[in-house]
């Protein structure tokens, strides 16, 4: 119903940067939080980034400085602008939304497929 599509992932070398963009299409009434998410193989998905509605931000302490997350709400797309990347960033990266769809109370969180961010030494 919903479908969440990330773009402008890639290979970039060590304190180069990147700009990802996720986009919201389906059934949507109206989005509220959206963030970014970040995995490698082993491990837990983390936070990286969240955006409230309103534009309220909270950051990883790891990328605090370094990303900056941002959204277009009539477009229903977040974005997340990473500078001065480093290889411990090397991840795949996955967006969410917490989604009301219409006809229905209650908000569910839809994630994209991810994309991958490599940074090289």
């Known amino acids: 119903q919903v479908q969440l599509v990330e773009s402008g992932g890639g290979l970039v070398q060590a304190g180069g940067s990147l700009r990802l963009a996720c986009v919201a299409s389906?059934?949507?009434?109206?989005?509220?939080?959206m963030g970014w998410y970040r995995q490698v193989p082993g491990k837990q998905r983390e936070l990286v980034a969240a955006?409230?509605?309103?534009?309220?931000?909270n950051y990883a302490d790891s990328v605090k400085g370094r990303f900056t997350i941002s959204r277009d709400n009539a477009k229903n797309t977040v974005y997340l602008r990473m500078n001065s990347l480093k290889p411990d960033d090397t991840a795949v990266y996955y967006c969410?939304?917490?989604?009301?769809?219409?006809?229905?109370?209650?908000?569910?969180?839809?994630w994209g497929q991810g994309t991958q961010v490599t940074v090289s030494s």
């Open positions: 969410n939304a917490d989604v009301l769809i219409p006809g229905t109370s209650v908000m569910q969180t839809y």
């Open positions: 389906g059934r949507i009434f109206i989005i509220s939080d």
């Open positions: 955006i409230t509605r309103g534009g309220s931000t």
